[in-house]
């Protein structure tokens, strides 16, 4: 799979968009993106994934740059329970269901 | 709900013996199912890859027979940390990949469970 790379920290205040940034610069054409998000003394959780086209669900969008180098993971209005550490992974899809987990970026939601 | 449980969510145990973590699917079956073990401020680090009715895959620098991996059933899976030691605190975590679903997201993780050796 793909290596990722992410800023360690970001922070935000409430109710703001967070931007979480993304490069993974040597992303093969049928690796997918996909983010996951670990709060504090939890299990990873599933937020979006896409291959190509930008994707919105009830929790995030995910902007795929043209190139598919790089990727933004938006939370529209961050709230302070959105702190935690945001993990991008490439992966084929539905194989290779081992993840390999980067540091990540640690977001902290400010009032 | 849960799709994964684990448990048990926290345990506590003296040096030198061995402490059970159980990884149940709960919304289907699941033929593979990994472990996980993540250090406080650490990222998440793959231990082994849990394989129904045959032996578990290791990653380099895991110890097999330190870590004892069962998958007897299609929806349970046991990892046994045997002769702990106070460097084997840490948390650990298992997912499972719902392969068969038509879902986009196929991985589900567990609660996770915090082991402290004393």
């Not at chain 2, 046991?78 to 840490?90: C, F, G, K, Q, R």
Request: proline share 3%; aromatic share 10%; net charge neutral.
């Amino acid at each position: 799979d793909a290596k990722t790379t992410q800023p360690p920290s970001m922070d935000c205040a409430e109710g703001r968009a967070a931007n979480l940034p993304c490069n993974h610069s040597t992303i093969s054409g049928n690796e997918y993106v996909y983010w996951y998000r670990q709060i504090h003394s939890q299990g990873p959780q599933y937020i979006i994934h896409g291959l190509k086209n930008n994707e919105t669900n009830e929790m995030a969008s995910l902007i795929i740059t043209e190139d598919r180098k790089s990727s933004t993971l938006i939370l529209p209005h961050a709230t302070l329970r959105d702190t935690a550490v945001y993990y991008c992974i490439v992966r084929v899809f539905r194989t290779a269901s081992k993840l390999t987990f980067g540091t990540g970026t640690r977001l902290q939601v400010m009032l | 709900g849960a799709v994964v449980s684990q448990h048990p969510s926290r345990v506590i145990c003296k040096s030198g013996t061995s402490v059970k973590i159980e990884c149940r699917s709960l919304d289907f079956q699941a033929t593979t199912m990994f472990w996980y073990r993540q250090f406080p401020k650490q990222s998440l680090m793959l231990m082994a890859t849990s394989n129904e009715g045959s032996k578990a895959t290791y990653e380099q620098g895991v110890e097999k027979d330190k870590f004892l991996i069962n998958h007897a059933s299609l929806t349970l899976s046991t990892l046994t940390v045997t002769s702990a030691h106070p460097e084997d605190s840490s948390f650990y975590i298992c997912s499972v990949d719902a392969a068969a679903g038509d879902a986009g997201n196929t991985i589900y993780f567990g609660e996770g469970s915090w082991l402290t050796v004393v």
